[in-house]
C-alpha cells in the first residue's frame, strides 16, 4: 500500500531516515547537498510562488484550462522516491495547486505557466490534470530568485491526448529540486522536454509511467551548465502496459567547472509486451574541468519487446566542425557558441512545434549570451 | 596595390603534418579572373594545398609564404582568411546537426560581407536566384547544416556559399566527386559565375577532366609528391586522362 495514503507528508518524510547513496538517485548528488539547510530533520516553512497562466499568443483565450487551489486525484505514483516527492509536499504546505484541462482543449499556441519563486525558500506541488483527447503544448517557466525551489509535478495526461509539455528551469541561482510523477494514459502521445540553464544546483526525479496500452513518450534534455554549477537529472520510465514506446534523448553542454549528471533507468514489466523503448545520453565538454556523467539502465522483464536500448557519448566540441564554421567566418568564440546552440538545438527542435521551438531558441541564445559575457 | 599582384601568391611552399613533409615546395601564381586546376594522383598533397591556403591547425607550415592579392595569409586564423575572402569548397564538409541552414547562411554572410549584406529583400533575393540556379528546394533552408545530405546536395551546397559569400579566392577541393553529369554542369555555371569577369581566382582541385569541361581553367597544374611538376594549358588535362600520372612521375624522379 502506498504508504502516502495513511500518513502525512511531513511524518512519512521524517520516517524515512536518508537516502543510501548506492542508490542509482542519490550516488552523484547526496541528499544533503540539496536539502534547503543540509540539517535533513528540518523541513522549511516555504513560501508559494507566484503563478500566471496565459498564451503565447494573446488572442487566443483560455477556455478549460485554469489553475486551481488544491489537489483532486492526482497522487504521487508509487513509482516515485518517497524521500523528494514527501519532502516537498512537505515544505509545500497549502502551495498547492491543479492545471486543470478540460477534455478536448484544444490550442493553437503554447499555453505558459510562470512561476515566480520570489526570493525566499518557495515550494510548490502542482497536480496535471489533463483530460482526454486534449492537444496542446505548454511551457512552465520557474524562475524567481529563491535560494531554494522544491517543485513536485503530479497527476496524469488524459487518454488520446497530444501534449508538448516544457519545463524551463530558470532560477537565478539557489537549488532547484524538481520531481515528476505522470501517468501517461492510454494512446497519448506526450512529449516532455526540461530545458535547464539556471540554478546553481539542480536536482530533478522525472518518472514517468506507461500504465495503459499505447502510451507515446518522448523525454528530452537540453541542458547548459557554466561556472560551478552542479545540474543532476535522473530520468525513470515505466513501460508497465503493452506496446507502449518510449524515447529518452539528453543533450548537457558542460562548461567552466560544472558538472552534470544524467541517470536513467527504463524497466519494462513482465507483461509489458511490444514495448519499445531508448534512451541516449550525449554531453558536450566545453572545459577541461568540466565533468559529465551519464548512466543509462535498463531492467527488462519481458522478452517480447520490440527493442530496449541505451547509450552515452562524452566529447569535446569538435575541432573540424569549428574549421568548417571557422572557413565561413565564423570567429573562434562564434563558431563555439553556434556549435554549442546547435547541440542543444537538436534536442530543443524536438519538443514541439516552430512557434514553441522558436520561442524556446530565442530563450537560448539568451542564455548563451549571458554565459559569454 | 599594384595591377599585377595576383589574387593568390604561392612561393616555395613546404609543409606537413607531425613531422611528415607533404609539401615540397610549391610556387603558384593566379591572377584575377583566372581559374587554375591542380590535378594529381590521392596522397600527392592537393587537399593539403588547400587546406594550409584555408589555415587548418592541423598544418605546419614550415617555409615559403601564401598571399592573397599581396596580403600575408599565413599569420592569420581561418576566420580571418575567410573575411580577406579565401573560399574553400571542401570535399567532405562537415555536417552540424542543430544548425539551421538559413542561419548558418545568414551569420556566414554577415560575418563576411557585413551585417547589412545579410539582411533585407536584396539577400533574400539573392538567396532566392542562387537556389534556382543550383537547383536546391526552398526546402533546404529549414535543414541543418550538411546533416543527412546526399553528396550531391553537399556540392551543390559548397557553391551555394561560394555565390552568396563572392570569395576573392575559390578554392574547390573535388567539387566534382559526388556529382552526376548534371550536377557538374550546374556546379560548373555556378563556378564560372562566381570568378569569370570578375577581380576573383578560383583553384580546382580534381582527378577527373570532367568538370574542366565545364569550367575552362585558364592553367592545370599537375601535383606529384607534394611538388609542380608539369604546368599547362586546359589540354594538359586531356593528355594527363589518356596518359596517366606514370611517365610525369618519371620525369619527376630523373629531374629531382
Not at chain 1, 497527476?155 to 529540486?177: A, E, K, Q, W, Y
Request: charged content about 25%.
Amino acid at each position: 500500500m502506498n504508504r502516502v495514503k495513511i500518513m502525512d507528508a511531513a511524518s512519512l518524510y521524517k520516517s524515512l531516515g536518508e537516502p543510501d547513496r548506492a542508490d542509482h538517485l542519490w550516488r552523484y548528488t547526496p541528499w544533503k547537498r540539496v536539502h534547503p539547510s543540509g540539517d535533513l530533520g528540518e523541513i522549511p516553512n516555504a513560501v508559494a510562488p507566484k503563478l500566471t497562466l496565459s498564451c503565447l499568443d494573446e488572442d487566443v483565450a483560455l477556455l478549460g484550462i485554469s489553475i486551481e487551489e488544491g489537489i483532486v486525484g492526482a497522487e504521487v505514483l508509487p513509482e516515485s522516491d518517497e524521500v523528494t516527492s514527501s519532502f516537498i509536499r512537505a515544505a509545500a504546505g497549502d502551495s498547492v495547486y491543479t492545471l486543470r484541462v478540460e477534455n478536448n482543449f484544444v490550442a493553437s499556441a503554447p499555453i505558459v505557466l510562470d512561476i515566480d519563486t520570489g526570493d525566499s525558500p518557495c515550494a510548490l506541488h502542482l497536480a496535471l490534470d489533463v483530460g482526454r483527447h486534449c492537444e496542446f503544448e505548454l511551457i512552465t517557466q520557474v524562475s524567481g530568485a529563491a535560494p531554494w525551489t522544491g517543485f513536485l509535478r503530479s497527476g496524469r495526461i488524459g487518454d488520446g491526448s497530444i501534449l508538448n509539455d516544457v519545463v524551463i528551469g530558470h532560477t537565478d541561482s539557489g537549488t532547484l529540486l524538481r520531481v515528476d510523477s505522470i501517468a501517461i494514459g492510454r494512446d497519448a502521445q506526450v512529449r516532455v522536454g526540461t530545458v535547464s540553464s539556471g540554478s546553481d544546483r539542480t536536482k530533478a526525479d522525472l518518472r514517468y509511467k506507461m500504465g495503459e496500452t499505447g502510451g507515446h513518450l518522448n523525454v528530452l534534455g537540453s541542458i547548459l551548465s557554466a561556472d560551478k554549477m552542479h545540474l543532476d537529472h535522473h530520468v525513470e520510465i515505466h513501460h508497465d502496459a503493452p506496446e507502449t514506446f518510449s524515447r529518452l534523448d539528453w543533450h548537457s553542454a558542460c562548461g567552466g567547472n560544472s558538472r552534470t549528471v544524467g541517470t536513467g533507468m527504463l524497466r519494462v514489466a513482465k507483461g509489458a509486451r511490444g514495448a519499445d523503448a531508448g534512451q541516449l545520453f550525449h554531453n558536450l565538454l566545453l572545459s577541461e574541468k568540466a565533468e559529465a556523467d551519464s548512466i543509462p539502465e535498463l531492467e527488462v522483464s519481458e522478452h517480447d519487446v520490440v527493442g530496449c536500448g541505451h547509450g552515452t557519448a562524452n566529447g569535446p566540441v569538435d575541432e573540424d566542425q569549428m574549421f568548417y564554421l571557422e572557413s565561413r567566418g565564423f570567429d573562434t568564440e562564434e563558431a563555439r557558441d553556434a556549435l554549442i546552440a546547435a547541440f542543444l538545438n537538436s534536442t530543443l527542435v524536438e519538443m514541439g512545434s516552430d512557434t514553441l521551438h522558436h520561442w524556446l531558441a530565442e530563450h537560448l541564445q539568451d542564455e548563451l549570451a549571458d554565459l559569454s559575457s | 596595390m599594384a595591377s599585377d599582384t595576383p589574387v593568390l601568391g604561392i612561393r616555395d611552399l613546404h609543409a606537413g603534418i607531425d613531422d611528415t613533409p607533404i609539401l615540397r615546395g610549391i610556387d603558384l601564381e593566379i591572377p584575377a579572373g583566372e581559374i587554375h586546376a591542380i590535378m594529381g594522383r590521392n596522397g600527392s598533397g592537393k587537399t593539403t594545398t588547400a587546406n594550409i591556403i584555408m589555415g587548418h591547425p592541423d598544418f605546419e607550415v614550415s617555409e615559403g609564404s601564401v598571399e592573397l592579392n599581396g596580403e600575408d595569409l599565413l599569420d592569420m586564423e581561418p576566420w580571418e582568411r575567410a573575411r580577406a575572402g579565401v573560399f574553400l569548397s571542401f570535399q567532405y564538409p562537415q555536417a552540424v546537426p542543430g544548425l539551421q541552414v538559413g542561419n548558418f547562411l545568414r551569420k556566414s554572410v554577415a560575418a563576411i560581407r557585413g551585417e547589412d549584406a545579410a539582411k533585407g529583400t536584396e539577400f533574400r533575393k539573392r538567396l532566392k536566384e542562387a537556389m534556382e540556379e543550383l537547383d536546391i528546394d526552398r526546402s533546404f533552408l529549414g535543414r541543418y547544416v550538411n546533416d543527412g545530405f546526399s553528396g550531391g546536395e553537399k556540392k551543390r551546397f559548397e557553391i551555394l556559399q561560394l555565390m552568396l559569400l563572392r570569395p576573392k579566392l575559390a578554392i574547390l577541393d573535388e567539387t566534382d566527386s559526388g556529382l552526376d553529369i548534371d550536377g557538374i554542369r550546374t556546379v560548373s555555371k555556378g563556378i564560372n559565375a562566381a570568378v569569370r569577369g570578375t577581380d576573383s581566382g578560383a583553384l580546382i582541385i580534381t582527378h577527373y577532366s570532367r568538370i574542366l569541361e565545364h569550367v575552362q581553367p585558364d592553367k592545370v597544374h599537375v601535383l606529384i609528391k607534394g611538388r609542380i611538376v608539369k604546368s599547362g594549358g586546359p589540354e594538359l588535362a586531356l593528355e594527363l586522362e589518356e596518359r596517366g600520372y606514370d611517365w610525369l612521375e618519371e620525369e619527376a624522379e630523373t629531374t629531382a
